[in-house]
């Protein structure tokens, strides 16, 4: 079973919850907006402590470290593809311009042989969480709910 450990970062802003997330890289993704957008997360070891590695992986992710500060457990989803992630909200602020993911090598176009190197996400936005719903990837939307029942009390 493949599990993910993820960060989503959250800011108050004129009395609007926002939401740090990422829109997927690669050559899939690359047309599409609705459901191509995924907290910043990856996969871990069944031996690695998962927010440890939430931590590692937003900074593969984005180039920085994750902000310091208490963690909210935001839960595990079961994506459809059948991965587990489990993902924690911390509040802070993330210039989205500063953004410098790794890469991943994939044969592109499918069957050229020719190896392609992409990055993990090729950019990330802060987005109201109405709008996050739309953009993020259906399993992960539960990750807002719990958010906002957390900070908002709904």
């Known amino acids: 079973m493949k599990r993910s450990a993820g960060i989503l970062l959250y800011r108050l802003r004129d009395g609007r919850l926002e939401v740090?997330?990422?829109h997927m890289g690669g050559p899939f993704w690359a047309r599409r907006d609705e459901r191509a957008w995924s907290i910043i997360k990856g996969e871990f070891e069944k031996e690695?402590?998962?927010?440890?590695?939430?931590r590692r992986e937003f900074e593969e992710e984005t180039g920085s470290a994750a902000p310091s500060g208490p963690a909210v457990d935001l839960g595990e989803v079961w994506q459809r593809n059948g991965k587990c992630v489990v993902a924690w909200a911390i509040e802070g602020d993330f210039d989205p311009a500063t953004v410098r993911s790794n890469t991943f090598t994939l044969?592109?176009?499918?069957?050229?042989?020719?190896?392609?190197e992409f990055p993990e996400i090729d950019r990330a936005e802060w987005f109201?969480?109405?709008?996050?719903?739309?953009?993020?990837?259906?399993?992960q939307v539960p990750f807002i709910d719990a958010l906002e029942r957390h900070i908002l009390g709904n």
């Open 128 to 139: 109201d969480t109405e709008t996050a719903r739309s953009k993020l990837v259906k399993g």
């Open 20 to 22: 740090f997330i990422a």
């Open 107 to 116: 044969e592109w176009p499918r069957g050229s042989g020719e190896q392609r």
């Open 48 to 54: 690695e402590d998962p927010f440890e590695a939430a």
